[in-house]
T-cell receptor
Framework: DQQVKQNSPSLSVQEGRISILNCDYT??????FLWYKKYPAEGPTFLIS?????DKNEDGRFTVFLNKSAKHLSLHIVPSQPGDSAVYFC????????????FGQGTTLQVKP | NAGVTQTPKFRVLKTGQSMTLLCAQD?????MYWYRQDPGMGLRLIHY???????AKGEVPDGYNVSRLKKQNFLLGLESAAPSQTSVYFC???????????FGNGTRLTVT
């Protein structure tokens, strides 16, 4: 039973355009959501997070949107840069300990120059 | 990634062998975690610790043991390795219950 799903294994966008990565979840007890970025042979790097009491959080080029009624979150990257090419994981927490995460399968983003 | 150091970086084991993975930190963090990453499955929590001398099970604890005798070190043990434990293992910490995880660079383990 996959509680966090990223249904698109890969995404390709042109440099300068918007990248939109999607994530769906099934557990209504999740109250904290995060996005991680991972380069090959490195550990995941924290990118941005959002609490369930908000519907949007921005940090520079990165914005996360949360739609609780649809159990859906998305990560927008504007403008996309070649250095953004990586695997992106969404993750969720329900336990009050944000280290106990349930991860999606990941989406590989390729930004073409 | 700053914050935790994982050793070894790579290891090949035969079925039935044992080994210990070490995660060391020098930032006095209380909360530490072991995750594994498999292709197409994202990361899954194996065990975690909320302080020296404490450990708890995560999502996929079977076949693993952990110890946190000193706050600085969180050890993950495989007593009898199986091919299903072929994976990349990541250690992580967070600065408190409400802060995001930060990961080490991983240990790639192959069990033949």
């Amino acid at each position: 039973d996959q509680q966090v799903k990223q249904n698109s294994p890969s995404l390709s966008v042109q440099e300068g355009r918007i990248s939109i990565l999607n994530c769906d979840y099934t557990n209504s007890m999740f109250d904290y959501f995060l996005w991680y970025k991972k380069y090959p042979a490195e550990g995941p790097t924290f990118l941005i997070s959002i609490s369930s009491i908000k519907d949007k959080n921005e940090d520079g080029r990165f914005t996360v949107f949360l739609n609780k009624s649809a159990k859906h979150l998305s990560l927008h990257i504007v403008p996309s840069q070649p250095g953004d090419s990586a695997v992106y994981f969404c993750a969720a927490s329900a336990s009050g300990n944000t280290g106990k995460l349930i991860f999606g399968q990941g989406t590989t983003l390729q930004v073409k120059p | 990634n700053a914050g935790v150091t994982q050793t070894p970086k790579f290891r090949v084991l035969k079925t039935g062998q044992s080994m210990t993975l070490l995660c060391a930190q020098d930032m006095n963090h209380e909360y530490m975690y072991w995750y594994r990453q498999d292709p197409g499955m994202g990361l899954r929590l194996i065990h975690y610790s909320v302080g020296e001398g404490t450990t708890a099970k995560g999502e996929v604890p079977d076949g693993y043991n952990v110890s946190r005798l000193k706050k600085q070190n969180f050890l993950l043990g495989l007593e009898s390795a199986a091919p299903s434990q072929t994976s990349v293992y990541f250690c992580a910490y967070n600065r408190g219950r409400d802060s995001p995880l930060h990961f080490g660079n991983g240990t790639r383990l192959t069990v033949t």
